[in-house]
């Protein structure tokens, strides 16, 4: 037996009014776009800090080298006075010379040409990677300023050391206190 016509139309007429269920309520997309964009900005921001811990470059003097145990292959800026008759010249532009922080030295080996104010007793600060013989192969060595002028990282690490007898100390006097073991810069 058919439908009555009424029926018939009052159960289309209901299906119609009823709205499909949706996939994705409002408050679920706006859930999912802001997930996606957190999900973007943490991208972001490792890719930032993944390039920032690449470009670090640490001071350390070659005390702080022995005490923090740097790992091999760590790229890092050393600084301290050159030796008095450490600098050894290599063929072409090749150098190795012993910097100090008046408790620990440290052999850098250097292939380039060197500032025109290194010399020995000159405070140095060279930029490059720690070798696993304990030696640092510097991509870059910084002599700057006059003779009385000391890189601040050496000072402070002269500070710890307990070797830093002043700023404007003469030239090589601090060699002299290194050799002796005095405290009289004179």
């Not at 000159?122 to 030696?135: F, K, M, N, S, Y």
């Not at 060595?141 to 710890?160: C, F, G, N, S, W």
């Not at 002043?166 to 073991?181: A, D, N, R, V, Y």
């Amino acid at each position: 037996m058919p439908p009555a016509p009424e029926a018939s139309a009052a159960g289309r007429g209901t299906a119609a009014r009823t709205p499909a269920p949706r996939r994705f309520s409002r408050k679920r997309r706006r859930m999912y776009a802001l997930g996606g964009i957190l999900l973007l900005v943490a991208v972001a921001v490792a890719l930032v800090l993944g390039a920032f811990r690449d470009n670090l470059l640490f001071f350390y003097s070659p005390s702080d080298i022995e005490a923090k145990q740097v790992e091999p292959g760590t790229r890092l800026r050393v600084g301290g006075l050159v030796e008095a008759g450490s600098v050894i010249r290599g063929p072409g532009t090749n150098v190795a010379f012993t910097v100090s922080d008046g408790a620990q030295t440290l052999v850098i080996r250097y292939d380039g040409l060197l500032p025109d104010l290194f010399r020995e007793g000159q405070g140095i600060v060279a930029e490059g990677r720690l070798e696993p013989d304990g030696t640092v192969t510097a991509e870059q060595v910084l002599a700057k300023h006059d003779e009385t002028y000391m890189p601040p990282e050496v000072v402070d690490a002269m500070k710890r050391a307990g070797t830093w007898h002043g700023e404007g100390t003469p030239e090589g006097s601090h060699q002299k206190l290194l050799k002796t073991g005095s405290g009289d810069p004179s």
